[in-house]
């Protein structure tokens, strides 16, 4: 099987190496003396958009994790380009980013296909944003991992819970969830709805979720909050802001926010 290229750099991160390396120095220092985690994270909410926008929230949760015990990142996240019926499983030898090529766990991801039976593998699923802005923190943050790339599309949360709590299991994997919140509502109108995002999160309440909170990636979240709970998890939201902390234009706004479990 060839290798899942790299399809939104140059646009949502930058395409070179170098230029990378820069981009995560001007995120700023890491956070781990600032903030004391009552938890050892087993898994991030993190967002997907361009890193000028959500760039600094996404880093302030990564740069909170300890990847010395973490060989494998599952990264999970909603479709924008293709319809898709259930989720689809790269199955893909190699994943390609800026600064390295990750290997992807072909044998772990097969076995979800066949442990899992919402799920595929679908190679035109496999040019999305969301999952792939994950990896660029990913290739800075953690030590030599392998991949799984999981991109879902009509499905419901429950679907998901199973495979969520399998890899919750196993202390030598980690989970990213990718979500944005709201989107292009005035700045005030974006700040209620998110609230409700961000409250339910801290509470673990997926109920809670449902009174207005907007999230592309609500069916992964859900999932993954469900699967943390009956695991006796904790949650922590790190940050939130809205695209108005980069462009100042509060008329249409997107929300996001970074959470870790553990």
Do not use: W
């Not at 299991?169 to 961000?198: P, Q, R």
């Not at 409250?199 to 993954?224: F, P, W, Y």
Request: aromatic share 10%.
């Amino acid at each position: 099987m060839n290798n899942r290229e790299m399809s939104v750099a140059g646009s949502f991160y930058p395409a070179q190496c170098r230029e990378m390396k820069r981009y995560m120095d001007s995120f700023g220092h890491s956070l781990k003396n600032r903030v004391k985690l009552e938890f050892t994270p087993r898994a991030i909410i993190s967002p997907h958009a361009g890193y000028i926008y959500s760039g600094f929230t996404a880093n302030a949760a990564y740069s909170l994790i300890d990847p010395a015990a973490i060989k494998r990142v599952i990264i999970i996240g909603p479709s924008h380009r293709v319809y898709l019926k259930g989720a689809s499983v790269a199955l893909h030898k190699n994943y390609r980013s800026p600064c390295k090529e990750f290997r992807i766990d072909q044998a772990y991801s097969q076995s979800l296909i066949e442990r899992h039976d919402a799920l595929c593998f679908e190679p035109s699923a496999h040019m999305e944003h969301s999952t792939e802005t994950q990896v660029p923190f990913v290739e800075h943050y953690f030590n030599d991992v392998e991949l799984v790339e999981i991109v879902y599309g009509d499905i419901r949360f429950k679907d998901l819970v199973p495979l969520i709590a399998d890899v919750l299991e196993e202390e030598e994997s980690f989970v990213i969830i990718s979500t944005d919140l709201s989107h292009f509502y005035g700045l005030k109108e974006a700040n209620v709805l998110d609230s409700i995002c961000v409250k339910a999160v801290e509470q673990m309440s997926i109920e809670n979720l449902d009174l207005g909170c907007e999230a592309c990636g609500m069916t992964g979240v859900k999932a993954l909050i469900h699967a943390a709970k009956k695991a006796g998890l904790q949650s922590r939201v790190i940050d939130y802001r809205t695209s108005y902390d980069a462009s100042l234009d509060a008329s249409r706004v997107v929300g996001y926010m970074s959470a870790l479990l553990g």
